[in-house]
């Protein structure tokens, strides 16, 4: 992967005294976490994860409440050491920082927003946004100009003079993201940071941190319990069960090619319209005609490989034709009725689509 901006390397976290002693026995012993509290009163917290993300991405990691989502996300600033492995962010070692150098780390390169914004109630909105800037010593009229620029892309504008406890939930939110925008760190650090809010308002910033990750080109680690806001949100998703990594793959990947039965039952409720494409169901042109003959293109209606099943439905109910897909001016794949609506049911099509059309090979059977 080009640019790396964070990397993991083998990382285990076990809490407790004994905690090189519970490691020795699992890799030796292959032993589950319940043995290792048994036998060593130690904590698996991480297992072995490895993984890599690319400048400017937001990777999802999602999980249930004690998978370790949140204690590997604070390996990446170091607020945990880990037990064995390696954690690099751009290139470097952070377990291998001195004090000084990890100061400058967090202050200047990672920024951290959690579910609870923990604001200073004495302190303006304002005033909370330059928190870190002033930390750094830069001086009141820079950082007063800098956080009300970013209460600005944050929507809240003319806010700064209030103070936290006049703010809703949302607002709250905002100002706490505004907080890590302003010291303009190449990472954000996202544990859960809409899961208090009522639905609206969460997926309301959702869309607004999509926005400004892109504009502002924040490589983020975004953890979250909810599937729904990782597929909306994440370029990549890990799925982590007992601290392990379980899947990682785009969210096309995951729901459509669960890894097994645990990824299997969190994405059983996902609707496929907007998420899978024509290119994960298409077969290619010859394979279509070796099975149904010659096909009249012109008849037919296009879509092209990035198309949902959402626009191939409304193709298809206005044809009693397959559909051609086409890029670069030449057809690419044919999704058929019958392929559209495996789907949507979450199968692919019963050929497949062949490599060169950029699809995945292989195919589940009707059963």
């Given at each position: 992967m080009p640019n790396v901006t964070i990397e993991c390397r083998g990382v285990?976290?076990?809490?407790?005294?004994?905690?090189?002693?519970?490691?020795?026995?699992?890799?030796?012993?292959?032993?589950?976490?319940?043995e290792v509290f048994g036998e060593?009163?130690?904590?698996?917290?991480?297992?072995?994860?490895?993984?890599?993300?690319?400048?400017g991405e937001i990777f999802c990691i999602m999980g249930l409440s004690g998978s370790g989502k949140s204690t590997l996300i604070r390996h990446v600033n170091r607020l945990i050491d880990p037990s064995v492995g390696e954690v690099l962010v751009e290139g470097v070692d952070v377990n291998s920082l001195a004090p000084e150098a990890l100061r400058e780390l967090r202050s200047r390169k990672i920024g951290m927003v959690f579910q609870n914004m923990a604001l200073l109630p004495h302190r303006s909105v304002r005033d909370n946004v330059a928190l870190g800037l002033e930390l750094r010593g830069v001086e009141k009229a820079a950082r007063n100009a800098t956080a009300e620029s970013t209460l600005e892309r944050v929507a809240l504008a003319g806010w700064g003079e209030r103070y936290p406890d006049e703010l809703s939930?949302?607002?709250?939110?905002?100002?706490?993201?505004?907080?890590?925008?302003?010291?303009?760190?190449?990472?954000?650090?996202?544990?859960?940071?809409?899961?208090?809010?009522?639905?609206?308002?969460?997926?309301?910033?959702?869309?607004?941190?999509?926005?400004?990750?892109?504009?502002?080109?924040?490589?983020?680690?975004?953890?979250?319990?909810?599937?729904?806001?990782?597929?909306?949100?994440?370029?990549?998703?890990?799925?982590?069960?007992d601290g392990m990594l379980v899947q990682i793959g785009t969210p096309e990947?995951?729901?459509?090619?669960?890894?097994?039965?645990?990824?299997?039952?969190?994405?059983?409720?996902?609707?496929?319209?907007?998420?899978?494409?024509?290119?994960?169901?298409?077969?290619?042109?010859?394979?279509?005609?070796?099975?149904h003959g010659p096909i009249d293109e012109a008849a037919c209606p296009?879509?092209?490989?990035?198309?949902?099943?959402?626009?191939?439905?409304?193709?298809?109910?206005?044809?009693?034709?397959?559909?051609?897909?086409?890029?670069?001016?030449?057809?690419?794949?044919?999704?058929?009725?019958?392929?559209?609506?495996?789907?949507?049911?979450?199968?692919?099509?019963?050929?497949?689509?062949t490599a060169a059309a950029g699809g995945v090979q292989g195919v589940a059977n009707d059963g």
């Open positions: 285990w976290k076990i809490f407790g005294d004994r905690e090189h002693e519970a490691l020795d026995a699992i890799r030796s012993r292959g032993i589950g976490k319940s060593f009163g130690c904590v698996v917290g991480v297992r072995d994860v490895s993984f890599e993300v690319a400048e939930g949302g607002m709250k939110q905002r100002v706490g993201l505004a907080r890590a925008l302003a010291a303009d760190p190449h990472i954000l650090l996202m544990d859960e940071p809409f899961s208090a809010l009522d639905p609206l308002i969460r997926r309301e910033l959702q869309g607004e941190f999509m926005t400004l990750a892109s504009q502002m080109n924040k490589t983020t680690l975004f953890i979250t319990h909810d599937l729904d806001e990782a597929i909306r949100i994440g370029r990549r998703i890990a799925i982590m069960k990947d995951i729901v459509t090619n669960p890894k097994d039965d645990y990824v299997a039952d969190f994405v059983a409720g996902i609707s496929k319209l907007n998420l899978v494409t024509a290119r994960k169901i298409m077969e290619s042109p010859q394979a279509y005609a070796a099975t296009a879509a092209v490989p990035d198309d949902s099943l959402d626009r191939l439905v409304d193709l298809a109910t206005g044809s009693r034709h397959p559909i051609v897909v086409v890029a670069d001016g030449q057809t690419v794949g044919i999704v058929t009725n019958q392929a559209l609506l495996r789907g949507i049911q979450g199968r692919r099509s019963a050929s497949g689509p």
